[in-house]
């Protein structure tokens, strides 16, 4: 079985420069997410969705994030314009759905984002 | 506010004894507690996982403890093995789907 791919999986871009990831879940996932990981913390969820829908956007910096799920399968997800501070991995992971397991994520292997 | 705690950043055990990896958590509206494993520049790896209404699940070397009345969830490695050594990085799941980690433990297993 295919896991989560990511691409790219280094980025380095200047400040206030645009940059965009690509996801593609396992298939049959229902449920999306993308979580930043900052050097040293754990992953910090940005959004989650059920299909094409967003479940949990709270904690999404929406002046300068965005992400959509066009047809239920792939995501992107785009910062405009960085900032030194989103330099971090940005880890995509599936799941079957809210209530369908017990928990389980399946990352990918991560987008590593430098802003200089 | 954070949900959920790993207080030692870093733990160094010799080859063949116990791993003991501590996570505490603040409220008490979790269905699953979870432990995943990473290592570097990959992504974390779902390693085991507890149900809120056990206190126990065992798979191999691996157990996890749920004490809920201290909010407190524990993964035990016995015996530790080099390849062992990684960031472990404990979780906690809603039936809505949401996930919330731990900032990890570094694990170091010295042969």
């Known amino acids: 079985e295919a896991g989560v791919a990511q691409s790219p999986r280094y980025k380095i871009i200047e400040k206030r420069q645009s940059v965009a990831f690509w996801c593609n879940p396992i298939s049959g996932h229902a449920t999306l997410y993308w979580y930043q990981q900052i050097l040293g913390q754990g992953p910090k969820l940005l959004i989650q969705?059920?299909?094409?829908?967003?479940?949990?956007d709270s904690q999404l910096p929406k002046d300068r994030f965005s992400a959509e799920r066009l047809k239920g399968v792939d995501s992107t997800l785009k910062i405009q314009p960085a900032k030194l501070e989103d330099s971090a991995v940005y880890l995509c992971?599936?799941?079957?759905?809210?209530?369908?397991?017990?928990?389980?994520?399946?990352f990918g292997e991560g987008s590593r984002l430098t802003v200089l | 506010d954070q949900q959920v705690k790993q207080n030692s950043p870093s733990l160094s055990v010799q080859e063949g004894r116990i791993s003991i990896l501590n996570c505490d958590y603040t409220?008490?509206?979790?269905?699953?507690f979870l432990w995943y494993k990473k290592y570097p520049a990959e992504g974390p790896t779902f390693l085991i996982s507890?149900?809120?209404?056990?206190d126990k699940n065992e798979d191999g070397r691996f157990t996890v403890f749920l004490n809920k009345s201290a909010k407190h969830l524990s993964l035990h490695i016995v015996p530790s093995q080099p390849g062992d050594s990684a960031v472990y990085f404990c979780a906690v799941h809603t039936n809505a789907g949401k996930s919330t980690f731990g900032d990890g433990t570094t694990l170091t297993v010295k042969p």
């Open positions: 969705f059920q299909n094409n829908g967003v479940v949990d």
């Open positions: 992971a599936s799941s079957l759905g809210a209530g369908l397991n017990t928990g389980e994520l399946f």
């Open positions: 507890i149900s809120s209404i056990k």
């Open positions: 409220n008490s509206m979790f269905d699953y």
